[in-house]
């Protein structure tokens, strides 16, 4: 597979989770990475991003709490979740950026956040 995300899980509001992609060499080599994520009946929407030198951004709404890094000799991206809020509840993916590069994005990881 292209991409392989891992991590997620079922979590107490509060709680932490750090998910994990392992992208082929053609995706990731060079690229900027980002993780997203989608709720049923809703457009998969932008998390993350992180480029090829480590510089990132947030979606608004999970500044301060998730950070993503990337790992170029495993051709990983992480994203640490803390302080976990029910409306993180999603399917997460990772892929490239540049729509052009993107694998397919496979069944991702889900996360639930629930008391």
């Known amino acids: 597979a292209q991409l392989v995300t891992s991590g997620g899980g079922l979590v107490q509001p509060g709680g932490s989770l750090r998910l994990s992609c392992l992208a082929s060499?053609?995706?990731?080599?060079?690229?900027?990475m980002g993780w997203y994520r989608q709720v049923p009946g809703k457009v998969r929407e932008w998390v993350a991003t992180i480029t090829n030198d480590g510089r990132t951004n947030y979606k608004e709404s999970v500044k301060g709490r998730f950070t993503i890094s990337r790992d170029d000799a495993k051709n990983a991206v992480y994203l640490q979740m803390n302080n976990l809020k029910p409306e993180d509840t999603a399917v997460y993916y990772c892929?490239?950026?540049?729509?052009?590069?993107?694998?397919?994005w496979g069944p991702g990881t889900q996360v639930i956040v629930s008391s």
């Open positions: 060499e053609s995706i990731y080599s060079g690229n900027s």
């Open positions: 892929n490239a950026i540049r729509i052009p590069l993107r694998g397919s």
